[in-house]
Protein backbone atom coordinates (compact mmCIF):
# COMPACT_ATOMS: atom_id res chain seq x y z
CA UNK A 1 0.00 0.00 0.00
CA UNK A 2 1.53 3.33 -1.16
CA UNK A 3 1.90 5.75 1.66
CA UNK A 4 0.36 9.21 1.36
CA UNK A 5 2.97 12.18 1.03
CA UNK A 6 1.23 14.16 3.64
CA UNK A 7 1.86 11.19 6.42
CA UNK A 8 5.61 11.08 5.29
CA UNK A 9 6.13 14.77 5.78
CA UNK A 10 4.08 14.77 9.33
CA UNK A 11 6.67 11.83 10.67
CA UNK A 12 9.44 13.63 9.36
CA UNK A 13 8.82 16.69 11.42
CA UNK A 14 7.56 14.87 14.44
CA UNK A 15 10.89 12.61 14.37
CA UNK A 16 13.52 15.64 14.06
CA UNK A 17 11.93 17.03 16.79
CA UNK A 18 12.05 13.91 19.42
CA UNK A 19 15.91 14.20 18.27
CA UNK A 20 16.76 17.94 19.47
CA UNK A 21 17.49 17.96 23.21
CA UNK A 22 14.64 19.19 25.42
CA UNK A 23 14.75 22.59 26.81
CA UNK A 24 13.44 23.40 31.04
CA UNK A 25 10.74 24.80 31.18
CA UNK A 26 10.52 28.55 32.15
CA UNK A 27 8.13 28.24 35.12
CA UNK A 28 11.31 25.97 36.28
CA UNK A 29 13.89 27.90 36.09
CA UNK A 30 11.94 30.70 37.97
CA UNK A 31 11.49 28.94 40.35
CA UNK A 32 15.28 27.48 40.81
CA UNK A 33 16.36 30.94 40.26
CA UNK A 34 14.20 32.62 43.44
CA UNK A 35 14.49 29.28 45.56
CA UNK A 36 16.57 31.23 48.11
CA UNK A 37 14.95 34.72 48.21
CA UNK A 38 13.56 35.93 50.75
CA UNK A 39 9.27 35.51 51.37
CA UNK A 40 9.17 39.05 52.62
CA UNK A 41 11.43 41.00 50.84
CA UNK A 42 13.03 41.93 46.92
CA UNK A 43 16.05 42.73 45.82
CA UNK A 44 16.16 46.35 46.93
CA UNK A 45 14.81 45.27 50.53
CA UNK A 46 11.93 47.70 50.07
CA UNK A 47 9.24 46.68 52.81
CA UNK A 48 6.52 44.69 51.44
CA UNK A 49 3.20 42.89 52.85
CA UNK A 50 3.33 44.95 55.54
CA UNK A 51 6.91 44.07 57.26
CA UNK A 52 10.07 46.02 57.65
CA UNK A 53 13.68 44.06 56.65
CA UNK A 54 13.67 43.26 60.38
CA UNK A 55 10.12 41.90 60.45
CA UNK A 56 8.48 44.60 62.33
CA UNK A 57 5.12 45.69 61.18
CA UNK A 58 4.25 48.56 58.82
CA UNK A 59 1.69 50.74 57.50
CA UNK A 60 1.03 50.04 53.72
CA UNK A 61 2.68 52.78 51.94
CA UNK A 62 4.31 54.08 54.74
CA UNK A 63 7.65 54.22 53.72
CA UNK A 64 6.86 56.66 50.75
CA UNK A 65 4.67 58.93 53.27
CA UNK A 66 6.17 62.60 53.24
CA UNK A 67 8.30 63.37 56.94
CA UNK A 68 5.20 66.26 57.63
CA UNK A 69 2.91 63.17 57.29
CA UNK A 70 4.65 60.91 59.44
CA UNK A 71 5.22 63.98 61.95
CA UNK A 72 1.18 64.38 62.38
CA UNK A 73 0.14 60.64 62.39
CA UNK A 74 2.34 60.88 65.49
CA UNK A 75 1.02 63.72 67.18
CA UNK A 76 -2.41 62.56 66.57
CA UNK A 77 -1.28 59.25 67.94
CA UNK A 78 0.17 60.43 71.23
CA UNK A 79 -3.00 63.00 71.22
CA UNK A 80 -4.94 59.95 71.62
CA UNK A 81 -2.84 58.66 73.87
CA UNK A 82 -3.10 61.60 76.47
CA UNK A 83 -6.95 62.06 75.90
CA UNK A 84 -7.14 58.10 77.06
CA UNK A 85 -5.14 58.29 80.01
CA UNK A 86 -7.23 58.27 82.90
CA UNK A 87 -5.02 61.38 84.68
CA UNK A 88 -6.69 63.55 82.17
CA UNK A 89 -10.22 63.43 83.12
CA UNK A 90 -8.94 63.23 87.27
CA UNK A 91 -7.44 66.60 86.29
CA UNK A 92 -10.28 67.99 84.42
CA UNK A 93 -12.91 67.36 87.53
CA UNK A 94 -10.19 68.72 90.27
CA UNK A 95 -10.20 71.77 88.26
CA UNK A 96 -13.97 71.72 87.81
CA UNK A 97 -14.30 70.79 91.27
CA UNK A 98 -13.02 74.13 92.30
CA UNK A 99 -15.11 75.70 90.12
CA UNK A 100 -18.02 74.18 91.56
CA UNK A 101 -17.07 75.97 95.08
CA UNK A 102 -18.68 79.25 93.59
CA UNK A 103 -22.11 78.15 94.17
CA UNK A 104 -23.20 81.79 95.32
CA UNK A 105 -21.35 83.70 92.21
CA UNK A 106 -23.48 81.07 89.91
CA UNK A 107 -27.08 81.70 91.85
CA UNK A 108 -25.82 85.85 91.68
CA UNK A 109 -25.45 85.38 87.47
CA UNK A 110 -29.12 83.82 87.29
CA UNK A 111 -30.62 85.93 89.91
CA UNK A 112 -30.29 88.83 87.43
CA UNK A 113 -31.09 87.57 84.72
CA UNK A 114 -34.50 86.76 84.55
CA UNK A 115 -34.77 86.67 80.69
CA UNK A 116 -32.84 83.15 80.92
CA UNK A 117 -36.14 81.43 82.14
CA UNK A 118 -38.06 82.65 78.71
CA UNK A 119 -34.92 81.34 76.87
CA UNK A 120 -34.95 77.96 78.41
CA UNK A 121 -39.07 77.41 77.50
CA UNK A 122 -39.24 79.24 74.32
CA UNK A 123 -35.47 78.09 72.57
CA UNK A 124 -34.08 74.95 74.49
CA UNK A 125 -37.42 73.40 74.96
CA UNK A 126 -37.53 72.56 70.97
CA UNK A 127 -33.80 71.44 71.13
CA UNK A 128 -32.81 69.46 73.65
CA UNK A 129 -34.28 66.59 75.79
CA UNK A 130 -36.31 67.50 78.51
CA UNK A 131 -38.03 66.22 82.01
CA UNK A 132 -39.66 68.36 83.88
CA UNK A 133 -40.96 67.23 87.51
CA UNK A 134 -44.29 69.47 88.35
CA UNK A 135 -44.16 70.95 91.98
CA UNK A 136 -47.52 69.21 92.89
CA UNK A 137 -46.67 65.78 91.88
CA UNK A 138 -48.09 64.33 88.46
CA UNK A 139 -46.79 62.98 85.75
CA UNK A 140 -43.50 63.88 84.15
CA UNK A 141 -43.59 66.16 81.20
CA UNK A 142 -41.19 65.97 78.21
CA UNK A 143 -43.07 67.11 75.29
CA UNK A 144 -42.30 71.05 74.40
CA UNK A 145 -46.17 71.87 74.25
CA UNK A 146 -46.87 70.34 77.91
CA UNK A 147 -43.57 72.03 79.45
CA UNK A 148 -44.52 75.59 77.87
CA UNK A 149 -48.16 74.90 79.48
CA UNK A 150 -46.83 74.13 83.43
CA UNK A 151 -44.84 77.11 82.99
CA UNK A 152 -47.08 79.73 81.87
CA UNK A 153 -49.74 77.99 84.72
CA UNK A 154 -47.21 78.61 87.17
CA UNK A 155 -46.04 82.32 85.71
CA UNK A 156 -49.00 83.94 83.95
CA UNK A 157 -47.25 87.06 84.15
CA UNK A 158 -44.62 88.11 81.46
CA UNK A 159 -41.19 87.55 82.73
CA UNK A 160 -42.24 86.16 86.15
CA UNK A 161 -40.00 83.28 87.45
CA UNK A 162 -39.89 84.73 90.76
CA UNK A 163 -40.22 83.40 94.23
CA UNK A 164 -44.15 83.88 94.88
CA UNK A 165 -45.48 80.79 97.22
CA UNK A 166 -45.33 77.54 95.70
CA UNK A 167 -42.09 78.26 93.48
CA UNK A 168 -39.31 78.66 95.32
CA UNK A 169 -37.47 76.73 92.92
CA UNK A 170 -38.41 79.36 89.91
CA UNK A 171 -34.45 79.73 89.52
CA UNK A 172 -34.15 76.19 87.96
CA UNK A 173 -35.78 77.35 84.86
CA UNK A 174 -33.11 80.08 84.00
CA UNK A 175 -30.49 77.63 84.88
CA UNK A 176 -31.80 74.51 82.68
CA UNK A 177 -30.82 75.31 79.51
CA UNK A 178 -27.03 75.14 77.99
CA UNK A 179 -25.43 78.27 79.58
CA UNK A 180 -25.13 76.16 82.93
CA UNK A 181 -22.89 74.30 80.40
CA UNK A 182 -20.45 77.05 80.39
CA UNK A 183 -17.50 76.04 82.97
CA UNK A 184 -17.78 72.42 81.81
CA UNK A 185 -16.82 73.69 77.82
CA UNK A 186 -14.77 76.75 78.73
CA UNK A 187 -12.39 73.94 80.75
CA UNK A 188 -12.52 71.41 77.84
CA UNK A 189 -11.52 74.12 75.16
CA UNK A 190 -8.62 75.10 77.93
CA UNK A 191 -7.26 71.73 77.48
CA UNK A 192 -7.26 71.15 74.12
CA UNK A 193 -5.74 75.24 73.44
CA UNK A 194 -2.79 76.08 72.79
CA UNK A 195 0.21 75.85 75.82
CA UNK A 196 1.15 78.61 77.50
CA UNK A 197 -0.65 81.21 79.51
CA UNK A 198 -3.54 81.71 76.76
CA UNK A 199 -3.88 78.14 77.86
CA UNK A 200 -5.34 78.49 81.22
CA UNK A 201 -2.13 78.02 83.45
CA UNK A 202 0.70 75.67 83.40
CA UNK A 203 -1.08 73.00 85.19
CA UNK A 204 -3.99 72.52 82.25
CA UNK A 205 -2.13 73.18 79.37
CA UNK A 206 0.17 70.61 79.71
CA UNK A 207 -2.63 67.65 79.62
CA UNK A 208 -2.87 68.18 75.90
CA UNK A 209 0.29 70.10 74.62
CA UNK A 210 3.12 67.88 74.06
CA UNK A 211 5.43 70.49 75.15
CA UNK A 212 5.29 74.02 76.37
CA UNK A 213 5.60 76.84 73.92
CA UNK A 214 7.14 79.48 76.18
CA UNK A 215 10.63 76.53 76.28
CA UNK A 216 10.43 76.27 72.82
CA UNK A 217 8.57 73.35 71.74
CA UNK A 218 5.90 72.48 69.46
CA UNK A 219 2.45 74.50 69.37
CA UNK A 220 -0.28 73.16 71.41
CA UNK A 221 -2.60 70.25 69.98
CA UNK A 222 -5.68 72.77 69.78
CA UNK A 223 -3.58 75.01 66.94
CA UNK A 224 -1.58 72.11 65.26
CA UNK A 225 -4.07 69.30 64.87
CA UNK A 226 -7.06 71.75 64.24
CA UNK A 227 -9.02 70.30 66.97
CA UNK A 228 -12.20 71.39 67.63
CA UNK A 229 -14.91 70.69 70.39
CA UNK A 230 -18.86 71.11 70.08
CA UNK A 231 -21.81 70.01 72.16
CA UNK A 232 -23.45 66.86 70.56
CA UNK A 233 -26.20 66.55 72.52
CA UNK A 234 -27.55 67.66 75.58
CA UNK A 235 -30.40 66.55 78.28
CA UNK A 236 -32.24 68.50 81.18
CA UNK A 237 -34.37 67.01 84.09
CA UNK A 238 -35.65 69.88 86.10
CA UNK A 239 -37.08 68.72 89.39
CA UNK A 240 -39.54 71.61 90.47
CA UNK A 241 -40.20 69.36 93.73
CA UNK A 242 -37.04 68.80 95.32
CA UNK A 243 -35.61 72.10 93.51
CA UNK A 244 -32.78 70.07 91.58
CA UNK A 245 -31.56 70.14 87.87
CA UNK A 246 -29.30 67.91 86.44
CA UNK A 247 -27.47 67.83 83.25
CA UNK A 248 -26.00 65.79 81.24
CA UNK A 249 -23.95 66.64 78.07
CA UNK A 250 -22.08 64.83 75.54
CA UNK A 251 -19.03 67.12 74.08
CA UNK A 252 -17.52 65.85 70.72
CA UNK A 253 -13.31 66.36 69.68
CA UNK A 254 -13.08 66.33 65.80
CA UNK A 255 -10.21 67.45 63.39
CA UNK A 256 -10.14 68.06 60.21
CA UNK A 257 -10.61 65.20 57.78
CA UNK A 258 -8.82 64.13 54.41
CA UNK A 259 -12.20 64.37 52.36
CA UNK A 260 -12.46 68.38 51.63
CA UNK A 261 -9.52 71.32 51.12
CA UNK A 262 -7.23 71.50 53.64
CA UNK A 263 -7.71 73.64 56.31
CA UNK A 264 -7.76 74.84 59.85
CA UNK A 265 -11.59 76.05 60.32
CA UNK A 266 -13.78 72.61 61.17
CA UNK A 267 -17.23 73.46 60.97
CA UNK A 268 -19.57 73.72 64.47
CA UNK A 269 -20.81 69.96 64.14
CA UNK A 270 -18.47 67.57 62.41
CA UNK A 271 -18.86 64.23 61.87
CA UNK A 272 -16.97 60.72 61.84
CA UNK A 273 -18.38 59.99 58.41
CA UNK A 274 -18.12 63.71 56.56
CA UNK A 275 -15.53 65.99 56.32
CA UNK A 276 -14.24 66.15 59.54
CA UNK A 277 -12.85 63.31 61.79
CA UNK A 278 -14.44 62.73 65.26
CA UNK A 279 -11.53 61.57 67.82
CA UNK A 280 -13.80 61.10 71.20
CA UNK A 281 -16.58 61.95 73.16
CA UNK A 282 -16.53 63.29 76.46
CA UNK A 283 -19.74 62.95 79.31
CA UNK A 284 -20.19 65.70 81.28
CA UNK A 285 -22.59 66.16 84.01
CA UNK A 286 -24.06 69.22 86.15
CA UNK A 287 -26.26 68.75 89.07
CA UNK A 288 -27.54 71.62 91.27
CA UNK A 289 -29.32 71.34 94.52
CA UNK A 290 -31.03 74.65 95.35
CA UNK A 291 -32.28 73.26 98.66
CA UNK A 292 -29.27 71.23 100.04
CA UNK A 293 -27.01 74.16 98.12
CA UNK A 294 -24.84 71.49 95.95
CA UNK A 295 -23.90 72.35 92.93
CA UNK A 296 -21.45 69.34 91.28
CA UNK A 297 -19.61 69.49 87.73
CA UNK A 298 -17.89 66.68 86.43
CA UNK A 299 -16.27 64.60 83.25
CA UNK A 300 -18.31 61.22 84.12
CA UNK A 301 -16.57 59.18 80.90
CA UNK A 302 -13.97 59.74 78.01
CA UNK A 303 -14.52 57.42 74.68
CA UNK A 304 -12.15 57.71 71.78
CA UNK A 305 -13.52 56.85 68.67
CA UNK A 306 -12.39 54.00 66.21
CA UNK A 307 -10.13 55.87 63.66
CA UNK A 308 -8.57 53.63 61.46
CA UNK A 309 -5.26 53.28 59.13
CA UNK A 310 -6.03 55.05 56.40
CA UNK A 311 -8.25 57.78 58.31
CA UNK A 312 -5.14 58.89 59.83
CA UNK A 313 -3.23 59.09 57.16
CA UNK A 314 -5.92 61.00 55.35
CA UNK A 315 -6.03 63.59 58.98
CA UNK A 316 -2.56 63.81 58.57
CA UNK A 317 -2.09 64.25 55.07
CA UNK A 318 -4.96 67.29 55.40
CA UNK A 319 -2.86 68.89 57.97
CA UNK A 320 0.61 69.06 56.41
CA UNK A 321 -1.35 70.03 53.43
CA UNK A 322 -2.67 73.23 55.41
CA UNK A 323 -0.01 73.81 56.88
CA UNK A 324 1.96 74.22 53.63
CA UNK A 325 -0.85 76.43 52.18
CA UNK A 326 -0.45 78.76 55.67
CA UNK A 327 3.25 79.35 54.79
CA UNK A 328 4.84 76.34 56.27
CA UNK A 329 6.53 76.65 59.55
CA UNK A 330 7.16 80.42 59.72
CA UNK A 331 4.80 80.45 62.09
CA UNK A 332 5.71 78.27 64.26
CA UNK A 333 5.77 80.02 68.17
CA UNK A 334 9.40 78.46 68.25
CA UNK A 335 10.76 80.16 65.16
CA UNK A 336 11.46 84.00 66.31
CA UNK A 337 12.60 87.18 64.60
CA UNK A 338 16.16 87.56 65.50
CA UNK A 339 17.19 89.74 67.87
CA UNK A 340 13.57 88.67 69.86
CA UNK A 341 13.24 88.44 73.84
Excluded at 263 to 289: H, I, K, M, Y
Excluded at 305 to 326: C, I
Aim: some cysteine.
Amino acid sequence: MKKDAGMDGLDALMAELSAQPKKEAPKAQAAKSTSHASPVHDKRNKPIDGFTQDGQLVLPGSDELPARVRYFIDRLRSFQMRLADPQTRERLNARLAARSKNLDKLLEYYTERPQLATYTVEAEICRMMYRVLPPGGGPELTEPDAVRGLYAKMYPGKGDDGEAAGREYGLLWRVGNQSVLADVMEELQACIASSGPAAGGAGLSSLFASSPAAAGGPRGDAEELCLAIHNASSSFEIDLRRGRMTSQCVFAISTVGGEEEPGCSPPSTPTAGGSNQRWATLTAEVFLDLKDRVLRQEVRDVRLDMVFDDQLEAVARALAQGEAASGGLDHRPQRRAAGGG
